[in-house]
């Protein structure tokens, strides 16, 4: 990494993933915080280095936008929970990212644009004609998808002289995730049957949405074309009372979900993604255990398993952090996880 001049980064939200980021950029000395946007109140005019626990930087946080629009800064962490998540309008966050390329900085989002190309050309000359205004570029990454379900068994199927199926698993546990907002009112654990099917709708147009980008991205990458991404879901309700972080679940409310996204070619599917997401994984024994998996079917078929990712909101964040140096090296325009070298970590290294 260039040691100087450092690259000046602006953080988009200090939620449970910009807080992990703000705390990366402000520790590494290759980077300088330009700023910082939040959404609540209480957060305004503290100094961002004090919100996540670290020394102050001299950096205010604001609620202006046209403020973090005026700065003079290389990159945008975006972060923020994408609207589409409330069943708000999807096109504020499209305008969010728009406005920030055209003033001139580079955006890694966490909110989706992991393939925009999936949701057709509309889209993309409105990013691309952004990206054009400001010389920026624009990536969009996270673990699950960018990194998991896209990185990952690119690489692998760089072993394979056939191809059959991808299979891909991500199982979650939210025991220890403290926001009722997230767990509750968004994926639906604690809420009875009746309720959780009107609770998660914003939630499934937006998981469709994002895992079909995910989807059509790897199968963009192997030369597949792809006729349909098809998504279905369920739940398991709770046998007895336990508390999560987010508050209490109770005997017959929604204690897991499971969620399937297939690509399809001719009726059959090319590419599977499983995610199961459960309350307390130690009170949950339907489907996998946490961890990830990926199975590769073909010549040679191959399979690699993940235990559990501890701290999976802080792995988000870092690979976000990571890929920092090389948008904003890159070509102005879109660029997925095809068009950037190998987000590899950049954080401190103990060594005993």
């Given at each position: 990494m260039p040691s100087s001049p450092p690259l000046r980064v602006v953080q988009w939200a200090t939620g449970a993933v910009g807080g992990y980021a703000l705390r990366d950029v402000i520790s590494r000395p290759y980077f300088e915080l330009a700023g910082v946007l939040v959404y609540d109140p209480d957060k305004v005019g503290v100094d961002a280095g004090e919100l996540v626990g670290l020394g102050a930087t001299g950096v205010r946080c604001t609620d202006d936008v046209d403020e973090i629009l005026a700065l003079d800064a290389d990159c945008v962490l975006h972060?923020?929970?994408?609207?589409?998540?409330?069943?708000?309008?999807?096109?504020?966050?499209?305008?969010?990212?728009?406005?920030?390329?055209?003033?001139?900085?580079?955006?890694?989002?966490?909110?989706?644009?992991?393939?925009?190309?999936?949701?057709?050309?509309?889209?993309?000359?409105?990013?691309?004609?952004?990206?054009?205004?400001?010389?920026?570029?624009?990536?969009?990454?996270?673990?699950?998808?960018?990194?998991?379900?896209?990185?990952?068994?690119?690489?692998?199927?760089g072993l394979s002289g056939r191809i059959d199926h991808i299979y891909v698993r991500e199982s979650s546990d939210y025991r220890g995730h403290p926001s009722?907002?997230?767990?509750?009112?968004?994926?639906?654990?604690?809420?009875?049957?009746?309720?959780?099917?009107?609770?998660?709708?914003?939630?499934?147009?937006?998981?469709?949405?994002?895992?079909?980008?995910?989807?059509?991205?790897?199968?963009h990458a192997l030369g597949v074309d792809l006729d349909d991404v098809e998504e279905n879901d369920e739940y398991a309700l709770a046998a007895d009372e336990f508390e999560i972080?987010?508050?209490?679940?109770?005997?017959?409310?929604?204690?897991?979900?499971?969620?399937?996204?297939?690509?399809?070619?001719?009726?059959?599917?090319?590419?599977?993604?499983?995610?199961?997401?459960?309350a307390d994984a130690t009170r949950v024994s339907r489907w996998a255990p946490p961890g990830f998996a990926v199975h590769i079917q073909g010549r040679p078929a191959m399979a690699v398993t993940i235990d559990e990712v501890e701290h999976g909101l802080a792995g988000a964040a870092a690979h976000a952090?990571?890929?920092?140096?090389?948008?904003?090296?890159?070509?102005?325009?879109?660029?997925?996880?095809?068009?950037?070298p190998l987000a590899v970590g950049r954080g401190t290294v103990r060594l005993a």
């Open positions: 972060m923020p929970l994408p609207a589409a998540y409330f069943g708000g309008d999807p096109t504020s966050d499209v305008e969010a990212v728009c406005a920030l390329l055209s003033s001139g900085k580079n955006v890694i989002t966490t909110a989706g644009f992991v393939y925009p190309r999936a949701h057709g050309p509309h889209l993309v000359e409105r990013l691309e004609a952004a990206c054009a205004r400001g010389g920026t570029s624009l990536h969009g990454t996270g673990i699950n998808p960018g990194f998991m379900s896209d990185l990952l068994p690119l690489a692998l199927t009722r907002q997230i767990v509750t009112d968004l994926i639906g654990f604690a809420r009875e049957p009746k309720d959780y099917a009107a609770t998660v709708r914003p939630f499934r147009a937006f998981q469709r949405a994002l895992f079909s980008e995910s989807v059509q991205l790897v199968a972080a987010a508050g209490v679940v109770r005997p017959g409310t929604v204690c897991a979900s499971r969620w399937v996204f297939s690509g399809l070619v001719r009726g059959r599917p090319f590419m599977t993604t499983e995610c199961v997401y459960k952090v990571n890929s920092i140096a090389s948008v904003c090296a890159a070509p102005p325009g879109i660029r997925t996880v095809l068009d950037l």
